[in-house]
């Protein structure tokens, strides 16, 4: 889009591609090899394939591997694997460095959301399965790439996580996770797991707050130097003495025992059927949720679904989604709020909680 800086990758590049062989339907080996391989030989893309073999093995990969022989580093698999290696990266005494490595995602998985969002403000049409892998790897081919925007979530029990892609509460959750079974239908597991999903509809309880957009002049700033969490068992330095390496610091939040800053929005009701915030315009390859949503925009795109809603409603703003007309419907209990923070508070743990589509414990969480 106008407006956006990019780089360009050296030619001759070196790719380090982090492949998850069990992604999806099990394919992605042999996509790769059949799809992949074949256009970035011709655009002088040379590939060392490093095959993970369990879970956090792209993590530890990216977390303690030399990175340097490498100018991009390519993941194809579904949004797990990319989250693995986000993480492992923002774990490095050199993170900030390392963060400025160009990634690539090439849809491998079931859930391909950022392969989705990327075709989408590459101007693409909508495209899924071969031609959207086909697409990704022309972008690779090409050689741009530009910023990304992440997102710092901080939960209850200390634990911190840098999300490319969304965090979820309540029925888009319950869809992600209890639809796992089903990996083998590829995509079409989440359509089965939402009819699974709307059968049994439930009600989650809690307090939702967050600074919209438009809040943020002129408004007295969050508390200084609230105490740093630990983040996978790392102490960071407390905010101000900034020692080299130490995570960013999250400035428009307070500590999560304190009350949200007087600035906030505290939603009036606190009974919903699924909250999710996210970045990227798409939450799969078939659900254009975000519209406006673009790779850099600095924006957490709310959504919150209030308590109440029919079954035949919900099912007709989630087959809207799949055109991004579902805000058209104008449903009095779908609301959709740009904000740059938020904090979400559950009143007992129920629910399955989803960061970029992994499963977390439900407990408090602020972003």
Not at 168 to 196: C, M, N, P
Not at 254 to 280: N, R
Request: charged letters at 20%.
């Amino acid at each position: 889009p106008p407006g956006d800086s990019y780089g360009v990758l050296p030619r001759p590049c070196h790719a380090l591609v982090l492949l998850n062989p069990q992604s999806g339907s099990g394919r992605a080996l042999d996509d790769f090899q059949a799809v992949v391989q074949p256009m970035l030989a011709e655009a002088d893309i040379a590939t060392t394939v490093f095959v993970t073999e369990r879970p956090h093995h792209a993590h530890e990969k990216v977390r303690d591997e030399d990175l340097s022989q490498w100018d991009t580093l390519v993941v194809m698999s579904g949004d797990g694997l990319l989250f693995e290696v986000v993480n492992g990266l923002m774990e490095r005494p050199d993170w900030k460095e390392a963060m400025k490595k160009p990634l690539c995602i090439l849809p491998g998985g079931s859930g391909n959301a950022l392969a989705a969002s990327i075709n989408y403000y590459a101007g693409y049409d909508h495209v899924a399965k071969k031609k959207l892998l086909t697409n990704c790897t022309f972008i690779l081919c090409k050689g741009l790439y530009t910023q990304m925007d992440l997102a710092s979530l901080s939960t209850a029990s200390g634990k911190r996580f840098f999300s490319f892609l969304g965090f979820g509460w309540g029925f888009i959750s319950d869809v992600d996770i209890d639809s796992e079974k089903y990996r083998w239908l590829g995509s079409a597991r989440f359509t089965l797991g939402t009819l699974q999903c709307l059968a049994k509809l439930r009600v989650y309880q809690g307090r939702l707050s967050y600074l919209p957009i438009a809040a943020e002049q002129g408004s007295s700033p969050a508390p200084r130097d609230p105490p740093a969490p630990v983040t996978n068992g790392h102490i960071p330095q407390p905010a101000g003495t900034e020692a080299p390496g130490s995570l960013p610091h999250d400035s428009l939040l307070a500590p999560l025992g304190q009350p949200v800053p007087a600035h906030w929005t505290v939603v009036p009701e606190e009974e919903f059927v699924l909250v999710y915030a996210i970045y990227q315009s798409h939450l799969g390859t078939n659900l254009l949720m975000a519209p406006a949503a673009r790779l850099h925009d600095g924006c957490i795109h709310l959504f919150y679904m209030k308590a109440g809603i029919s079954r035949v409603t919900l099912l007709k703003l989630f087959l809207a989604m799949s055109r991004g007309t579902h805000l058209d419907l104008n449903c009095p209990h779908l609301c959709y709020v740009p904000v740059r923070a938020f904090r979400l508070e559950p009143r007992v743990a129920a629910g399955i909680m989803t960061v970029d589509g992994e499963a977390l414990a439900c407990e408090p969480v602020q972003g």
